[in-house]
Nanobody
Framework: QVQLVESGGGLVQLGGSLRLSCAASGSASSIYTMGWYRQYPQKSRDLVAR???????FYADSVKGRFTISRDYAKNMAYLQMNLLQPEDTAVYYC?????????WGQGTQVTVSS
């Protein structure tokens, strides 16, 4: 079992920045990919970014050049640095983690960008 706790969401002005954090506990040593999805109201979750245990990263086209995902393997943490935030980035952001057998999710954190 892996537990994920997110923090760092909130309200930010257009063009501002936020950093989301995701703390993994439990069987965190079995995690190979961590990342973030976001969900708009009445919509499914979309992948925003992910980072593998080897350090390979993936970004959705909509966030490339603005968001940076990183991982502290020693602390079992993942971070999403979000810059140049736009109103369309307003969503609930969910941290996730893959192990060989399961996918785990955080509770979600609201990010709201005001114009």
């Amino acid at each position: 079992q892996v537990q994920l706790v997110e923090s760092g969401g909130g309200l930010v002005q257009l063009g501002g920045s936020l950093r989301l954090s995701c703390a993994a506990s439990g069987s965190a040593s079995s995690i190979y990919t961590m990342g973030w999805y976001r969900q708009y109201p009445q919509k499914s979750r979309d992948l925003v970014a992910r980072v593998t245990s080897g350090g390979s990263t993936f970004y959705a086209d909509s966030v490339k050049g603005r968001f940076t995902i990183s991982r502290d393997y020693a602390k079992n943490m993942a971070y999403l640095q979000m810059n140049l935030l736009q109103p369309e980035d307003t969503a609930v952001y969910y941290c996730y983690a893959n192990t060989p057998s399961s996918v785990y999710w955080g509770q979600g954190t609201q990010v709201t960008v005001s114009s």
